[in-house]
């Protein structure tokens, strides 16, 4: 027997290999990368990091800044500091935030820009009062703030601009939807001679609940993500919102197979997959990720929801690192603090660290 042709048969299909992965590789059709994390605000004492944690928010944004392969974009979903600014009309907190994640988008050692896309929370719209109250007119500085958000928001609804939107990115197996909600959305009404500032705390408007609905209906997206700030199911029982909406919520991304939901608001990470054995009715198995700790005062909760039982909370500042690649979704978090460093807290596959160490 000749030993020699198996040998030639193993060199030409390792060079066959190489041929097709360095020209995938060159194709412009690979998987992409995005990054989520929230609540950077600070503990409103007096010091650098009162009304922002720039101490942890500055680390994890390094470690973003780090990886490698770099991502696409950044979601951050709010809570951005304790305060839009000092007083009525003034956003001075607000820009600093912007500030301080200016290196993922301008830094000029990195081939490409890291897009920025941010999700409005609670404190966005707090008043320079402690305890604080919402304020209409801070939602629309915060909508002057991030004028450069997608204009995406729901048709023949203006008000919405920002703040709820919608973006697609990748291509083939990679081409995904994002949509991004108000779990905070603030108006006004006509009361006799005065003007009045009206909110839905902690849930989502029929409007946006209707305008989602159509975009997952008609996607042809391969992979679907939703954001808001508020999650659908906390971890606390006693957690302030409005269930009615977040249940509808949950209903149409488990009509359509969103493939998962990233919130925050509560100060810790926890990572749960919805399905039959949570509510009967659920039909796909939902993933919901809250990484609400990029620096935030960690969460005092006394009870935990009897209705879900699966709990994995971990109280680490966090961040959330996803690969998409084809038709998996491979999603890695990372839990930690400036001084002890950032290690693997929660992953939904068996790989190599994503947090940079």
Same mark, same amino acid.
């Given at each position: 027997?000749?030993?020699?042709?198996?040998?030639?048969?193993? $060199? +030409?299909? *390792?060079?066959? =290999?190489?041929?097709?992965?360095?020209?995938?590789?060159?194709s412009g059709l690979a998987d992409f990368r995005f990054v989520f994390l929230a609540d950077s605000r600070g503990d409103y004492k007096e010091g650098p990091n009162g009304m922002?944690?720039?101490?942890?928010l500055k680390a994890i944004r390094d470690k973003i800044v780090a990886l490698n392969p770099q991502p696409d974009f950044v979601v951050f979903g709010g809570?951005? $500091? +304790?305060? *839009?600014?000092? =007083?009525?009309g003034d956003d001075t907190f607000l820009r600093r935030w912007v500030e301080v994640m200016s290196p993922l988008t301008t830094n000029p050692t990195r081939p490409d820009e890291i897009q920025l896309y941010v999700v409005k929370g609670n404190h966005e719209i707090?008043?320079?009062?402690?305890?604080?109250?919402?304020?209409?007119s801070n939602q629309v500085l915060y909508q002057q703030v991030f004028k450069d958000m997608p204009d995406t928001y729901p048709p023949g609804h203006p008000n919405y601009a920002?703040?709820?939107?919608?973006?697609?990115?990748?291509e083939g197996q990679e081409k995904s939807l994002f949509v991004v909600l108000d779990s905070y959305y603030m108006w006004q009404v006509k009361d006799k001679k005065k003007t009045v500032d009206k909110i839905l705390e902690g849930g989502i408007t029929d409007t946006q609940l209707n305008w989602l609905d159509g975009l997952l209906k008609n996607t042809d997206a391969v992979h679907k993500f939703v954001f808001s700030h508020m999650p659908v199911f906390p971890v606390s029982s006693t957690l302030?919102?409005?269930?009615?909406?977040?249940?509808?919520?949950?209903?149409n991304m488990d009509l359509?197979?969103?493939?998962?939901?990233?919130?925050?608001?509560?100060?810790?990470?926890?990572?749960?997959i919805l399905d039959g054995s949570v509510d009967k009715d659920m039909k796909n198995a939902v993933v919901q990720v809250i990484a609400g700790d990029a620096g935030a005062p960690f969460s005092k909760y006394t009870s935990v929801d009897p209705a879900v039982t699966r709990w994995t909370v971990t109280k680490k500042n966090n961040y959330v690192v996803v690969d998409v690649k084809g038709a998996a979704i491979?999603?890695?978090?990372?839990?930690?603090?400036?001084?002890?460093?950032?290690?693997?807290?929660?992953?939904g596959v068996v790989g190599n660290s994503c947090c940079g160490n």
């Amino acid at each position: 027997m000749n030993q020699r042709k198996p040998i030639k048969i193993l $060199a +030409s299909l *390792i060079v066959a =290999a190489l041929f097709w992965a360095t020209l995938l590789a060159g194709s412009g059709l690979a998987d992409f990368r995005f990054v989520f994390l929230a609540d950077s605000r600070g503990d409103y004492k007096e010091g650098p990091n009162g009304m922002i944690n720039e101490t942890e928010l500055k680390a994890i944004r390094d470690k973003i800044v780090a990886l490698n392969p770099q991502p696409d974009f950044v979601v951050f979903g709010g809570d951005m $500091a +304790s305060r *839009i600014g000092n =007083a009525e009309g003034d956003d001075t907190f607000l820009r600093r935030w912007v500030e301080v994640m200016s290196p993922l988008t301008t830094n000029p050692t990195r081939p490409d820009e890291i897009q920025l896309y941010v999700v409005k929370g609670n404190h966005e719209i707090y008043d320079e009062a402690k305890p604080p109250d919402y304020r209409h007119s801070n939602q629309v500085l915060y909508q002057q703030v991030f004028k450069d958000m997608p204009d995406t928001y729901p048709p023949g609804h203006p008000n919405y601009a920002k703040l709820a939107y919608y973006f697609e990115y990748g291509e083939g197996q990679e081409k995904s939807l994002f949509v991004v909600l108000d779990s905070y959305y603030m108006w006004q009404v006509k009361d006799k001679k005065k003007t009045v500032d009206k909110i839905l705390e902690g849930g989502i408007t029929d409007t946006q609940l209707n305008w989602l609905d159509g975009l997952l209906k008609n996607t042809d997206a391969v992979h679907k993500f939703v954001f808001s700030h508020m999650p659908v199911f906390p971890v606390s029982s006693t957690l302030k919102r409005d269930k009615k909406s977040l249940e509808a919520l949950w209903k149409n991304m488990d009509l359509y197979k969103v493939a998962m939901f990233f919130c925050g608001h509560e100060h810790l990470y926890d990572k749960m997959i919805l399905d039959g054995s949570v509510d009967k009715d659920m039909k796909n198995a939902v993933v919901q990720v809250i990484a609400g700790d990029a620096g935030a005062p960690f969460s005092k909760y006394t009870s935990v929801d009897p209705a879900v039982t699966r709990w994995t909370v971990t109280k680490k500042n966090n961040y959330v690192v996803v690969d998409v690649k084809g038709a998996a979704i491979i999603y890695e978090a990372c839990g930690g603090a400036k001084a002890q460093g950032y290690t693997r807290i929660d992953s939904g596959v068996v790989g190599n660290s994503c947090c940079g160490n």
